[in-house]
């Protein structure tokens, strides 16, 4: 079955289809919704309900471009929509204590995804989800500003403090390696 036979079985609520689309991205949709929160279970929950709003909506989505991509843009306003119901603050954390001083790449070559996305999951949430949608989903400080209602501003100072909080974590870890 073509990907356009599928979503046109959605559109007429054909469950063997739903179920076929729904196991065909919720992997990768989940991945995206553990980045934007702090457990599975909140990622869960962030993935059903932007998989109810893909279902919903897949009468409007009009061929033109990815599919993957028209379920993505979902699922990140989803996740970004349940962390602003959570009272999104942007976090403030003095960067003075932050050592300015480059990380060696044996700390990188140790590093796996795993680990990675791990200490992007520890940072305060608002650096965690700017720095999602700036250094992995691509969006330019200007949208993440209109998509979080901040200013530019403030989006760029958040993607700052999370590299330094990133870099500081990743100092430890080749301290720890050494």
């Known amino acids: 079955m073509t990907e356009k036979e599928l979503i046109k079985g959605c559109v007429r609520e054909d469950v063997h289809c739903q179920k076929q689309l729904f196991e065909l991205y919720a ?18 929950d962030m993935l059903q309900e932007a998989f109810v709003k893909v279902f919903d909506n897949l009468d409007k989505f009009a061929f033109k471009g990815s599919f993957e991509g028209w379920i993505r843009r979902i699922v990140v306003n989803t996740a970004l929509k349940h962390n ?6 942007n976090e403030q954390i003095a960067v003075e204590h932050f050592p300015e001083t480059p990380i060696q790449p044996v700390a990188y070559a140790q590093l796996g995804e795993e680990e990675l996305l791990k200490m992007i999951s ?9 720095f999602n949608l700036y250094a992995i989903e691509g969006y330019s400080h200007k949208e993440i500003a209109e998509m979080l209602e901040i200013k530019e501003s403030t989006s760029r100072s ?19 390696a050494v």
């Open 122 to 130: 520890h940072l305060p949430e608002g650096y965690r989800v700017v």
């Open 84 to 89: 602003q119901r959570k009272y999104f603050t």
């Open 27 to 44: 992997g990768k949709m989940m991945a995206v919704c553990k980045r934007y929160s702090r457990h599975r279970l909140e990622a869960e």
């Open 158 to 176: 958040q993607l700052v403090k999370a590299r330094k909080m990133l870099q500081n974590q990743l100092e430890k870890l080749q301290r720890l």
